[in-house]
């Protein structure tokens, strides 16, 4: 079963600010995310790790992972 987070929420379970994932929501390239209602951002658990897994790197001048 999923487990749906706030953007504050999501925020500490990937170790970014707010700010941040706010940024991301909006010019692309952060983690997927629901949109039930105007004004509601959710996004889930198995979505951030995901994301987080994607974002893997062997060496700081890999731009994707290998």
Do not use: C, I
Not at 7 to 16: F, I, W
Not at 24 to 37: A, E, H, Q, S, Y
Not at 43 to 60: E, G, I, K
Request: proline share 5%; hydrophobic share 40%.
């Amino acid at each position: 079963m999923s487990q749906f987070l706030t953007t504050a929420e999501a925020a500490r379970h990937v170790r970014l600010s707010k700010a941040t994932m706010e940024r991301l929501r909006v010019k692309g390239g952060g983690p997927d995310f629901l949109n039930p209602v105007p004004g509601r951002v959710l996004y889930d658990v198995v979505d951030l790790d995901a994301w987080m897994w994607s974002r893997r790197r062997q060496s700081t001048s890999e731009t994707k992972a290998a």
